[in-house]
Every structure is written in C-alpha cells, then in structure tokens.
C-alpha cells in the first residue's frame, strides 16, 4: 500500500523556522517528482513547491522564494522543505505529493496528482 506521511509541523513565532518532512512507503519513490501544497483555513489548495525525481531542479511558488527550500533523499523515500523567516500568512495544513509522471515544473498549475499525504498543520503566530 502506497502512503505518504507528513511531519514537522507545529507552532511558531513569526521569523521562525520548521523543517517538514515526508516519507513515502510501499514502494521505491526514487523516479517520482514530489512536493508539497498547502492549504489554509477557508482557501483552496496551493502549490508550494516541487521537485523532480533526481533532485536537479525545483519549482517555487512566488509566495515562498527566497524562504523555503525543498530537498529530497531518495535512498529514503524522503522529501523536505525547510521553512524559514515564517509569516503568519504561511498558516496552513502542508501536503506531500508525488507523481510518476507529471513533471515537477507542471505542479503550479496542476489540479490532479497521482499521490497525497494526510497533511501536517502549521501554525505561525505573530
């Protein structure tokens, strides 16, 4: 059974950091793109950032550039994103993905992907 599993999140001040990470289970990941959506209170979900299956190259949403930095180990079926200088507005249930055949590049503007977490909460206070 595929699953991916969420977890880092939590509480923080804003101008804090949280790293976020998600593991893949049920098989190998090593050839998927992944990365994570967001989704806050009362709002629709949205792309945050993605990551193609080697880890050469990653897509950032305009919101986040310059903040968090999405990384991945494939000998561990694993993906970060590291989140840093945390905004209130950055507030939302955090979602894994992955996919076998959407690029990563696609991921901004994609409405359907192949696989999805249970999401992770964060919080940021101001």
């Known amino acids: 059974q595929v699953q991916l599993v969420e977890s880092g999140g939590g509480t923080v001040q804003a101008g804090g950091s949280l790293r976020l990470s998600c593991v893949a289970s049920?098989?190998?990941?090593?050839?998927?793109?992944m990365g994570w959506f967001r989704q806050a209170p009362g709002k629709e979900r949205e792309f945050v950032a993605s990551i193609i299956w080697s880890g050469g190259s990653t897509v950032y949403a305009d919101s986040v550039k310059g903040r968090f930095t999405i990384s991945r180990d494939n000998a561990n079926n694993t993906v970060y994103l590291q989140m840093n200088s945390l905004k209130p507005e950055d507030t939302a249930v955090y979602f894994c993905?992955?996919?076998?055949?959407?690029?990563?590049?696609?991921?901004?503007?994609?409405?359907?992907?192949?696989?999805w977490g249970q999401g992770t909460l964060v919080t940021v206070s101001s």
């Open positions: 049920g098989r190998s990941f090593s050839r998927d793109d």
């Open positions: 993905a992955a996919d076998p055949l959407r690029p990563a590049s696609t991921w901004p503007r994609s409405t359907y992907l192949e696989f």
